[in-house]
Structures are given as C-alpha cells and as structure tokens.
C-alpha cells in the first residue's frame, strides 16, 4: 500500500487523486441567476445530501486555482441566496458536459447544450426540465475552505424548498433507483451509470457480527467477506430445521456442478447428498454461496449447518 501525502502532489495531481478514490459523486446540476438575471448552467461533482428535516445538500464550487476565477456559480448563489439542482440522466450527460466550458457570463448555458427551462415555484433560477429528478434550494451558510493556507474550496449549504419529480420514475409512492438512470461522476473523465443496482438492507437489529460466526464458516475458503457478513446479519445463530431437507419428488439431480452452474443450489445440494462423499465441505459452502447470491440466507445457514451434522 502506497502512502501519498498531500503536500507531496502538485494541485492537479492531489485533485485527480482526491476524486479517483471519493467516487462515485452524484451530480448537481446547478442553475443560478446574476443580479442582472443572466442564467448560469453548471455541473458540480462536490455534491451530497446531509440533513432531512429540514432537507440540506451541499455544492463545493471552487475559486479556480489556476486562473483566480471563481466559479459564476458561487457568486450567483452569494448575491441572490437562490439556485436549483437538476439530478442528470444517462440521457443528459453529453449536453451536460457542453455546460461545463468557461462560457462568458452572459452566455445561456441552456441554448448551449439545447436544455429545457422549467419554471420555479419557490425561487427564481429555473431547473432542468430533461432531468426526472430536481430541488429548489435557498442559501444557508457559505463556508470558505482553508482561505488561510491558500484554500480554493468552497462548502455551500442549501435549503431545500422544493422538490419536483417525474411521475414515470415513481413506483409504489417511491422513486425507483433504476427509472432516474443516474450518472455519477469518477475520477479524470470517468462516469458510471447506475443500472447495476442491488440491495444491501442494514440489519435491523444488533447481529451476531462476523466474531460469532462458527470458526468452520469463518475462517471458509469458498466464502468471501461479503458472503460472511450476509450470514453475520441475524440476531442468533439458527438451529437445524429438519424441513429443510425435505426435497420435492420431482428433483432428478445427479451432478453438482451442472446445477450449481445453473443457478439452482437446492438441486445441487440434493446431487451432493447423493454422492455420499460428504466429507468435501467445500461443495457444501460452494452451495451455500449461491444461496446467499439469490437472497436466501436462511437457506445457506441450513446447508452450513450440515456440516455439523455429518
């Protein structure tokens, strides 16, 4: 493991580096009004929520570290204490990045990258309407960075007084994850679009932690870390249920791998009964990690649990 200290690396250098590990970043796309009512259109990737009640995100426009400029954005938001946040779409991401070029701030961002005005209900900055997903904001705080070592940051505190979603991305009262089709940003010139999503749900009592899993599960060979803290989530450890060793008629399974090829460890798990080599845990735990792979945890604790009883 390499150690790198800040003050070793030039600015661009302990830029790229700072972003390359803190991603992926939501972005906000953020539009605010002059005092002479020139819109501003501009994507940050210093960007997160921090409070709820009431709603708080936060922007990070910086003084421009080469030139001294500081960001229209930033002075936009200072002197009328209003903007808008747009959440971007894979659909939008190459219209957005036309946004980003050192435009003169008379020029409409808008017109640029060929971007809908929407009207506001709560401040004057329109938003987005291509986007599925944005917030009217008012400023709170504005927090300067370290301006005694030279610091170029800036932490804008935002207010949410306003939030505006598209219908097709509800589901059930929610917004669907999938339906808004986000891109966060990476390191360098880098994005990923959030289509690979799943769930990981914190347990909603105190588990058993790793520690108080059995040393033969624990310390397993097949298992990885996310397959061991899966099975670290319940409250107690499990005791044998004689049901799940009841198998429906109709299985004809006479090769492990097949099946676990497959994707079906109940079928797997019968072909290794069948085997009478029950000695080889390691197909047993094999099993149980495809269990784990489909949700079924239960079903993995009790395929584990054979291992005890042979």
């Known amino acids: 493991m390499r150690t790198i200290l800040p003050s070793d690396l030039s600015h661009r250098d302990r830029h790229q580096l700072l972003l390359s590990g803190v991603s992926p970043r939501p972005i906000a796309f953020v539009t605010s009004v002059d005092a002479e009512g020139n819109v501003n259109l501009s994507p940050f990737s210093f960007f997160n929520a921090y409070a709820s009640n009431p709603p708080i995100v936060a922007i990070g426009p910086a003084i421009a570290a080469k030139t001294g400029r500081a960001k229209h954005t930033w002075l ?6 209003e903007c808008t946040i747009s959440a971007v779409s894979h659909s939008m991401v190459h219209a957005m990045n036309l946004t980003a070029a050192d435009y003169p ?7 640029k990258a060929g971007f809908t005005k929407r009207e506001s209900v709560k401040v004057s900055p329109p938003s987005v309407a291509e986007s599925p997903y944005s917030m009217e904001c008012i400023l709170m705080e504005n927090i300067e960075l370290r301006r005694d070592i030279g610091g170029n940051g800036n932490l804008m505190l935002l207010e949410v007084v306003a939030f505006h979603v598209a219908e097709s991305v509800m589901r059930n009262e929610r917004v669907d994850p999938r339906a808004l089709d986000l891109v966060g940003r990476m390191g360098g010139a880098y994005y990923t679009r959030t289509q690979d999503i799943f769930e990981a749900n914190q347990p909603p009592h105190i588990p058993i932690g790793m520690d108080g899993l059995p040393e033969h599960i624990r310390t397993s060979s097949v298992l990885t870390g996310n397959d061991l803290a899966r099975l670290a989530y319940i409250h107690t450890l499990p005791a044998v249920d004689p049901a799940f060793m ?16 497959m994707f079906r460890p109940k079928n797997a798990l019968y072909a290794w009964l069948q085997t009478g080599n029950r000695s ?3 197909e047993l735990h094999r099993i149980a990690q495809v269990f784990i792979a489909q949700g079924k945890v239960e079903e993995a604790w009790q395929t584990l649990l054979m291992q005890n009883s042979e």
Not at 105 to 111: G, P
Not at 247 to 260: R, T, W
């Open 76 to 81: 936009n938001i200072l002197a009328t204490r």
């Open 105 to 111: 701030n008379e020029v409409d961002e808008y017109l």
């Open 246 to 261: 009841h198998f429906e008629e109709a299985v004809m399974a006479d090769s492990l791998e097949i099946e676990l090829a």
């Open 280 to 282: 080889n845990v390691t």
